[in-house]
């Protein structure tokens, strides 16, 4: 039994007449009568009555033609699925990102626009430490990733999203924040003598070893006394006088009482966001996705 033969079936129940369903269907009306015999055959029950006169559903060819109408609604939805899914509009997309990724208006804003374009796709979003998300897209459990830079196997291409200046975070009260000859901004230098809170070297967030790089191309080691996993918790220790940071810009709409941000002024003293994937990482859905962080 083919789909043509319920196709067949349909139009003459329907019709009740075998001329006018080979009109309907584009052929003539011997091969129609011949298929719709060999389908009875094939399914051992006489589906319709035939007379000289009239054309009428048996009983067993009235259940069929319900079930029959199921098979091709079935299938016919089952096309639809395929091709919405080969256009990227329907499955399963997952996404990791790095906790600061959030704080950018870009990211948020392009998985809004993906969310109402492509409302059946299941959209997952993990949060995660940049290293993580890195061996989360070389084992297959995300599709795209958002880091922060670090150094990235072959199997991997990255595309930066954009580049963003650092900022050093302060208490209020300290010199380099009162001080309106700093409000401008300042060097990485100024902090050199400075108790640094930030991540610890095990966190896999990308930003530690940027800051360890700028400092050395500055000409000092950060004295690094408390360490958190957090950014937020990073900001609070500050705010409680514990040392100071330096932390991506878009960071600088957390609003802390007691933290002052200033802009560092060192050309080389930015940090950017990446869109990573497998170089063999070809599904529809997230190539639209990419399309939309990216366009």
Known sequence: MELRHLRYFIAVAEELHFGRAAELLGISQPPLSQQIQALE????????ERTNRRVALTEAGRLFLVEAR??????????DVARRAQRGELGELKVGFTSSAPFTSIIPQAIFRFRRTYPDVQLEVHEM????????????????????PLPLPESLVAVELFREPLVA???????????????????LQALADEPFVYFPRTAGTGLY???IAL????GFSPRITQESHSALTIIGLVAAGLGVSVLPASFTR??????VYRTLLDPSATTAVWLVRRSDERSPLSRSFIRMLTA
């Open 41 to 48: 055959e094939e399914l051992g029950a006489r589906l319709f």
């Open 70 to 79: 199921q098979v091709l609604a079935q299938v016919g939805q089952a096309t």
């Open 129 to 148: 430490v940049s290293r993580d998300v890195v061996e989360a897209l070389l084992n297959g459990r995300l599709q795209v990733g958002l880091i922060r």
């Open 169 to 187: 975070v302060l208490h209020a009260d300290h010199p380099l924040a009162t001080d309106p000859a700093f409000d401008a901004g300042l060097h």
């Open 209 to 211: 070893d940027q800051l």
């Open 215 to 218: 400092t050395h191309e500055m």
């Open 254 to 259: 957390m609003q802390f009482d007691g933290v």
